[in-house]
């Protein structure tokens, strides 16, 4: 991983704009950051092989799809091996509900968020879960009542110094 990349305005702009919405073309994008679009399609690419970018995608609205329910599922677990945890990472990409995993500190080694249409679903989620991912201490769920912020995107354009390895010039 590179630990010494710079960015600059023009970029932090070309990434903003991608993320309110990828689907631009070129054209649009570089109108919107003060480019040509061969410049604007160099610098995005650069982006890209940086790894800055990760992947383009879709924000689909889960509930239209009959997917409406958003459960949180704490874990916590006695094993803290390297074995265990590449078996619990495995386990958990094989779960397609499953959209965040994350390693927590405190008292919940685990948070995951998983997306369901009803408690029916969630608990073949949950039986498929335990079947899959061996010796959890305990598995605790949370069901979200109502979603009052859900963003995607993260305002850029604040940044003007050094952070994780990233400088802006």
């Not at 990828?22 to 604007?40: D, F, K, R, T, Y």
Request: aromatic letters at 4%; a neutral charge.
């Amino acid at each position: 991983m590179n630990t010494d990349i710079k960015i600059d305005s023009i970029d932090v702009r070309i990434l903003n704009v991608l993320q309110r919405d990828a689907s631009l073309s070129m054209q649009q994008i570089g109108e919107e950051v003060g480019l040509s679009a061969n410049p604007c399609w160099r610098r995005i690419k650069r982006l890209e092989d940086l790894g800055i970018i990760q992947r383009r995608a879709a924000i689909i609205d889960t509930a239209r799809l009959g997917l409406g329910m958003t459960c949180f599922v704490s874990i916590r677990t006695n094993r803290h091996s390297k074995d265990w945890l590449d078996s619990f990472a495995k386990g958990i990409l094989m779960i397609p509900e499953i959209v965040e995993c994350h390693r927590m500190t405190g008292d919940v080694d685990y948070l995951l968020k998983i997306v369901i249409a009803d408690i029916a679903h969630y608990d073949r989620v949950y039986r498929r879960l335990i079947a899959t991912v061996p010796e959890l201490a305990d598995v605790s769920s949370t069901f979200s009542m109502e979603r009052l912020k859900n963003e995607t995107a993260i305002d850029l354009s604040s940044i003007s110094r050094r952070v994780s390895g990233v400088s802006v010039e």
